[in-house]
């Protein structure tokens, strides 16, 4: 186990929490606030946990501290992004450690040379997400500069019955057909230009910038499902609307109300609210079929729509 961490580290684990404050200067308190920011519970004391590596890094964070370049808040701005960057690293290595031990391969693969490809496409991955997600928050910024809620259409595409079958399925044949669901989502939602927000196992929560778009992605989910011979049917639930973008989540009534909006969809639907549908109003390419309105628990009564490609286009 020893051996396989300071292979992946890059270096032997040496240094106490009491070195590195010595070595790096960094103060023990604010030390301690970056390791838990990263998701790790502080080492106890005289316990050999940190490498060069990571008094290396402590060496550059502190060179941002003293830089104050961030302003008045450069500490909670620093402590923010470890944060950041420590849970969805944990994901990330949850992720492709079980890609690993699930194609039956050790992780002794994960040598230096493995390591040495898969770094540039990370830093590249993250560079190119960084500009997509830059871009997107100038755009919602209003004229003196704070982050405003703009309007989106919002889906989610649900499973249907994953209750029941995660009961009649064990573990492996249940992640298999996650898996499969939740790639077969992020591909459609990838090729149509719009951005997967977050998935929830039996759940994908996406976002496109036109209403068009959005129903292309949830049509094409649902269709690109049926097809599949171990994924069970999707509901999607849509909603037109202003969402607020926040540590790369999106929140407001607006997602809300396209979370209720697929307790209402049949399998193989697609349901959506009234303001998506004002905006596919006069698109020959969409059929819109008013349904019974009803009663929405924190909604109110909304005025929900069947909406399906046309017939003629």
């Known amino acids: 186990m020893r051996e396989l961490e300071e292979l992946l580290l890059g270096g032997e684990l040496k240094f106490t929490r009491a070195d590195a404050v010595r070595e790096t200067g960094v103060p023990a308190e604010f030390t ?42 450069t500490e909670e701005l620093v402590l923010g992004q470890a944060r950041a960057f420590g849970q969805t690293m944990a994901r990330l290595a949850e992720w492709q450690s079980g890609l690993l031990t699930g194609a039956g391969l050790d992780l002794s693969v994960l040598n230096e040379q493995f390591l040495g490809h898969l770094e540039p496409l990370l830093l590249h991955a ?13 755009a919602s910024m209003s004229e003196d500069g ?36 939740e790639t077969t989502a992020a591909d459609i939602v990838a090729a149509h230009g ?3 927000i977050k998935t929830l196992g039996d759940e994908v929560l996406y976002a496109a910038d036109s209403a068009a778009t959005g ?27 202003p969402v607020l973008p926040l540590m790369g989540d ?9 979370s209720r909006l697929t307790s209402i969809a049949r399998p193989g639907t697609l349901v959506a609210d009234e303001g998506l549908a004002k905006e596919l109003q006069g698109d ?30």
């Not at 809620?149 to 399925?169: H, Y």
């Not at 020959?284 to 003629?312: D, M």
């Open 146 to 181: 704070e982050l405003t809620a703009r309007p989106v259409a919002v889906g989610f595409a649900d499973m249907v019955s994953f209750t029941a079958m995660s009961k009649e399925l064990n573990e492996l044949e249940l992640g298999r057909i996650v898996e499969r669901f």
């Open 194 to 196: 719009a951005r997967l």
């Open 284 to 313: 020959s390419s969409y059929e819109l079929v008013r349904i019974v309105r009803r009663p929405v628990r924190g909604l109110g009564i909304i005025q929900p729509y069947v909406v399906r490609r046309s017939t003629s286009r």
């Open 126 to 138: 993250w560079r190119r997400q960084l500009a997509a997600a830059g871009a997107r928050a100038l």
């Open 250 to 258: 999106i929140f407001g009534t607006t997602v809300n109300l396209a």
């Open 32 to 73: 301690e606030r970056l390791w838990r920011s990263f998701g790790f519970a502080s080492p106890g004391d005289g316990v050999p946990a940190f490498t060069e590596g990571d008094l290396s890094a402590l060496r550059r964070i502190k060179g941002l501290l003293e830089r104050n370049s961030l302003g008045d808040r």
């Open 215 to 241: 129903v292309e992605v949830g049509i094409d989910i649902s269709e690109a499902v049926q097809r599949e011979t171990e994924v069970p049917d999707v509901r999607v639930g849509m909603a037109y609307g």
